[in-house]
């Protein structure tokens, strides 16, 4: 069965830039889906970050485009996320997910807390 | 800011069937087949319910089931159980299918 499973630094400086890591685990990350991150803020909702299929096509929320950057490693199964000058309020759990169609979202990982602080 | 809408809370008594609405525009859920539906229990990641308006997953129950009409997308929940307290999330495709839009959540409470 197909799992996803985040990793994290937990703690980042103000301004600094964190990267999260996502193995994909029960099947090929280059089998058609797109791939995507999520998170979620402290007793609030959810927020998506960015989906990005294996060849490189990306799409971004808009209004963390300019900080965000995803890869995709197609050999390791893995994922990243890049945010860089981040602010209290990017403390946040991020989720890393499967894409199966736009708004569909079937498959998370259980989660990596980021605190700034 | 979330583009979409949803009640921040609905509570039923068990056996209680309760509808949670998620209203947008017409850049979003009123142009969208790709609307869905997740729970999330505390300290967990959410669980996707329904798809496509009204699709369920494999393994999920048949008490859950959704539609839309216009800019609104629904959810009912029928048969409420304990266990189906829990926020409840609203994601729907937005602007040609380049954004993925999320509602604010509504808690649910079974009393």
């Known amino acids: 069965q197909v799992q996803l499973q985040e990793s994290g630094p937990g703690l980042v400086k103000p301004s600094e830039t964190v990267s999260l890591t996502c193995t994909v685990s029960g099947q090929l990350i280059n089998e058609g889906y797109f791939w995507g991150w999520i998170r979620q803020p402290p007793g609030m909702g959810l927020e998506w970050i960015v989906s990005?299929?294996?060849?490189?096509?990306?799409y971004y929320n808009p209004s963390l485009r300019s900080r965000v950057t995803m890869s995709i490693d197609t050999p390791t199964r893995q994922f990243f996320l890049n945010l860089t000058a981040v602010t209290a309020a990017d403390t946040a759990v991020y989720f890393c997910?499967?894409?199966?169609?736009?708004?569909?979202?079937?498959?998370w990982g259980q989660g990596s807390q980021v605190i700034v602080s | 800011q979330s583009a979409l809408t949803q009640p921040a809370s609905v509570s039923g008594s068990p056996g209680q069937s309760i509808t949670i609405s998620c209203t947008g525009s017409?850049?979003?859920?009123?142009?969208?087949?790709?609307v869905s539906w997740y729970q999330q229990h505390p300290a967990t990641a959410p669980k996707l319910i329904l798809y496509?308006?009204?699709k369920r997953p494999s393994g999920i129950s048949d008490r859950f089931s959704g539609s839309k009409s216009a800019n609104t997308a629904s959810l009912t929940i029928s048969g409420l159980q304990a266990g189906d307290e829990a926020h409840y999330y609203c994601?729907?495709?937005?602007?040609?299918?380049?954004?993925?839009?999320f509602g604010p959540g509504t808690e649910v409470t079974v009393v």
């Open positions: 997910a499967r894409q199966w169609e736009p708004g569909r979202f079937d498959i």
């Open positions: 017409s850049s979003d859920v009123g142009n969208s087949d790709s």
């Open positions: 994601c729907s495709s937005a602007t040609g299918n380049t954004r993925n839009l």
């Open positions: 496509d308006v009204n």
């Open positions: 990005m299929h294996y060849t490189g096509f990306a």
